[in-house]
């Protein structure tokens, strides 16, 4: 993991990983001469934060992938951005929007479909810190899955959320 600071306010960050992923006990399912260790997960992620004044903008993506022993690699990137607007008096306004997107494999007869159903949400909630032990928020939340199978007035969930945190 590597993170730069260049100016007051902005930090921008990259990571990664390599290496194999499968559990010892699929070893006799494997292909003939391949071993556990021949399959990997590849992962690459950037992050970025813009602090300035009342707004914090936080963002992230990642490409993450895992070599398959029967299906071939599976793939999926996802990120993120929010953005929060803090108020004098101890409220806040805030949203994020949130994707997954995963990549396709060929079924028996060829055909490529998606490995997954693709995500997408959105958010945005109000908040007010009463004190630095006590924050109550209310939240909105859509979540869309794209799923073949189900009619489209139907794939979406939202969530109305309300929440009080007392630490002590």
Do not use: C
């Not at 001469?33 to 992230?60: C, I, N, S």
């Not at 071939?72 to 953005?83: H, I, K, N, Q, R």
């Not at 108020?87 to 949203?95: K, V």
């Not at 859509?142 to 009080?164: C, F, I, M, N, W």
């Amino acid at each position: 993991m590597v993170n730069v600071a260049p100016l007051p306010g902005v930090r921008l960050g990259v990571s990664g990983a390599y290496g194999p992923y499968l559990v010892n006990a699929i070893q006799p399912f494997l292909p003939a001469g391949k071993k556990v260790t021949d399959y990997h997960q590849k992962l690459a992620m950037a992050d970025l934060e813009l602090l300035a004044d009342h707004f914090e903008l936080r963002g992230e993506a990642a490409q993450n992938v895992w070599e398959s022993p029967s299906v071939g690699d599976l793939e999926v990137t996802s990120g993120y951005a929010e953005l929060k607007y803090s108020l004098s008096f101890g409220a806040y306004l805030a949203g994020r929007y949130d994707v997954q997107r995963f990549g396709k494999i060929a079924d028996s007869g060829g055909i490529k479909h998606p490995w997954d159903a693709d995500v997408t949400r959105i958010e945005g909630g109000i908040g007010y810190r009463f004190s630095r032990d006590a924050v109550a928020k209310l939240v909105y939340q859509h979540t869309k899955v794209d799923v073949e199978s189900v009619p489209e007035d139907r794939r979406g969930h939202p969530l109305l959320a309300a929440q009080l945190s007392i630490a002590f």
